[in-house]
């Protein structure tokens, strides 16, 4: 490429990681960044080479000449953002999860297509080696046909930002189903190949984060006193495919639980496989006639670098999207359906 990709940010929690991986990948620049506080954005200029930090998104899309900007900002600003970048032109990689309904996706997607401009999900658990290795097991036939998984998002006490945005429903759209829940779904979906979901049986718990004794021991975005907590801190949830597959899912902000991590179990009619961030991946498998276990090998990658790389690819049309926005709607399509079955105490459809 004789020009560099330039990337912009909007949002300065976890855009300082969208900097740290894109830094990594030559031929990105990372131009600016806009965040409502100027000592965060001041932040990723000083701490993370970002050249320009702006306040205002909008004077920063009219400022500077983006080819994509990396969305990172509280789940309900989430779509109008989304649509204001792309009507201005600029491609978009916006993080998980995609919106705080299917509905607000759907529009997202609109707006990407009237602009014809690409709108890609920050999925980054996709972009792990180990996820990126068993996808090509998979896709080689290596576990056979996928019937079920079972799909673990667990902490024990790792409520984040208690009483601030991610734990009031108007802002986050739920607790810990469409914060972690979302990643471990859409990567377990992800690895078995997207199968259309039909329908959904799901329950919703609040049993810690609403106590004035939450006890924890370190939380990501800091405690927000005398904030709000209306949302979810346990979800189960069974999800039925058209091709005859299910996956179970669980996922917890805080239970009273010994095993914890982000973890997916997948049964194939020739082999299992366990994937697990952090720990190495097992194909669980028959070989010489016996039953084994296989531990892959393969080159260790940044998952950030990874996930930037395929944004400027995309954008300049040399390679296809690895978490494209029409799987975003999916996954939020069942996590909408895992509500509205709590809600409803039965199973519901997903059309
Ligand atoms: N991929 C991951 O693993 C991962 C990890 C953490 C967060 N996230 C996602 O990233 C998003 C942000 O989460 P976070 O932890 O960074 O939250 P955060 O609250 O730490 O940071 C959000 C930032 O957005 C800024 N902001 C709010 N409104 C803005 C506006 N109108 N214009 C510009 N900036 C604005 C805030 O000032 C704040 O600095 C969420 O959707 C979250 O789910 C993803």
Known sequence: ??????????????????????????GIEVLAVADLNPARGKRLVDEFGVKRAYTDYKEMLKTERL????????NYLHKQIVIDVLNAGVNVLCEKPMAMNARECEEMIA????????????????????????????TAGGLGEIYHADAY?????????????????????????????????????YEMGFPEPVSV???????????KDYNFVSMWGGLVKRGR?????????????KNGATLNLEVSWAANIEKEGMYSVFMGDKGGATLENGVPLKITTEHFGKIVDIIPQFAKEDTWATQEKNF?????????????AHQGLVVQKIIDAIYLSSKKGKEVKIS
């Open 1 to 26: 490429m004789s020009e560099s990709f330039k990337l912009g940010l909007i949002g300065a929690g976890i855009g300082s990681a969208h900097a740290t991986g894109a830094k990594k990948v030559p």
């Open 67 to 74: 080819d994509g900007v990396a969305v990172g900002v509280p």
């Open 111 to 138: 707006a990407a297509k009237k602009n014809k401009k690409h709108l890609i999900i920050g999925f980054m658990h996709r972009h792990r080696d180990d996820s990126r290795a068993l996808k090509q097991i998979i």
């Open 153 to 189: 998002a667990l902490r024990r006490r790792g409520i984040p930002g208690l009483g601030g945005w991610f734990t009031t429903k108007k802002m986050s759209g739920g607790g810990g189903l469409i914060d972690i829940g979302v990643h471990i779904l859409d990567l377990t979906l």
């Open 201 to 211: 049986s799901g329950a919703t718990y609040m049993k810690f984060g609403h106590k």
């Open 229 to 241: 907590f209306d949302v979810d801190d346990f979800v189960t949830a069974l999800v039925r495919f």
């Open 312 to 324: 400027m690819e995309v954008c300049t049309g040399k390679a296809k999207p690895v978490a494209p």
